[in-house]
């Protein structure tokens, strides 16, 4: 403004150069308020700017302390770009945070590099044991050791799962030689076992007949003929062979709920034939007996001497035993 002033009073012009002057001079307070509002503003832009900027570092520092390897990247890009279009700050501050920011991206992309470094090192490893995996399970397709393979396969499938992945492009075919393999082995053993069990149905068949005879001899009545019965039954069960898997279970209950009860008639006859039992409840007889004998020998006494409350409390005793000698008589009787 003041040399535009001294151009406007130097100048060698015609015309009302005072005036001029005048309408600079008036401009002068304008002109200090718009630089003043100037200087705010851009004072403003730089708090602005370094706030967001502190922002960025915070969050650069705290993206470089996590495992977020798919999306931190991204974010770390994002928060470049948005530096970039940020008002710089007076050089010391915007160095130092911009060090800092640096920082956290350089930490971060050595952290990431080595984690898929690692990845790609164990995706590696996974594949040469699938790979392994793959041959062992081609070579055991063909086999006709149904239960052993089954096994087998189950454990490959075990080692399988614990490799973890391998890399994407060979994952998928090694697992399609896996699986064809496998499924070809059961494949077949499905197939060998539909043709047993088509062999078996006729023996299904003898065996259902022989429940009929079986089933018929409950409930008991003559244990010895149903035991005689139930063994000619078992022998030719044993003789009729396998039967198919789905009806296994189902036909051997039903044979041996027929073996049950006649078992539980024969421990019951037992039970009541116990000699040992017996004997001891002879010998409880007996002893009973001799004692209420007894008993009635020491009233008749009490009685002749007039001891009245002597034959009250020996008939009591008396009523006692013979309750017990009955008892012992009936339990006798069981075991006869």
Excluded: C
Excluded at 88 to 114: E, M, Q
Excluded at 299 to 309: L, P, S, V, Y
């Amino acid at each position: 403004m003041k040399g535009v002033k001294e151009q406007v009073v130097d100048a060698h012009a015609v015309g009302d150069l005072a005036g001029l002057v005048a309408r600079l001079d008036a401009l002068a307070p304008v002109i200090a308020q718009q630089r003043e509002a100037r200087k705010a503003e851009r004072a403003q832009r730089q708090s602005e700017s370094r706030e967001r900027k502190e922002a960025i570092v915070a969050e650069a520092e705290k993206l470089a302390e996590s495992n977020d390897w798919r999306n931190g990247a991204n974010r770390l890009r994002d928060l470049l770009e948005e530096w970039k279009g940020l008002p710089r700050l007076d050089r010391s501050s915007d160095d130092a945070l911009w060090r800092r920011f640096s920082t956290a991206r350089t930490g971060y992309t050595r952290r990431r590099k080595s984690h898929f470094a690692e990845q790609a090192e164990r995706r590696e490893g996974a594949r040469a044991i699938k790979e392994k995996l793959a041959t062992q399970a081609e070579a055991l397709a063909d086999s006709t050791e149904w239960g052993p393979t089954a096994g087998r396969f189950r454990d490959l499938m075990r080692d399988w799962k614990a490799a973890g992945p391998a890399p994407r492009d060979v994952d998928d075919a090694l697992w399609k030689r896996f699986r064809g393999a496998q499924d070809a082995f059961f494949a077949a053993r499905d197939e060998a076992n539909a043709a047993l069990d088509a062999e078996f149905e006729a023996n299904a068949l003898v065996k259902d007949q022989l429940l009929v005879e079986a089933e018929a001899l409950l409930p008991v009545t003559d244990l010895d003929a149903a035991k005689r019965a139930f063994r000619e039954i078992s022998d030719r069960w044993d003789a009729a062979g396998k039967v198919p898997r789905a009806r296994m279970k189902d036909l051997e209950g039903r044979i041996r709920k027929v073996e049950q009860a006649i078992r539980n008639v024969e421990d019951e006859q037992w039970r009541r034939s116990d000699p040992e039992k017996s004997a001891r409840a002879d010998d409880m007889i007996g002893k009973l007996e001799a004692a209420i004998d007894k008993l009635k020998s020491d009233i008749e006494k009490a009685r002749a001497a007039g001891d009245q409350g002597k034959v009250k409390k020996l008939e009591d005793d008396l009523t006692s035993r013979q309750a017990f000698l009955d008892m012992a008589r009936k339990a006798a009787a069981d075991f006869s």
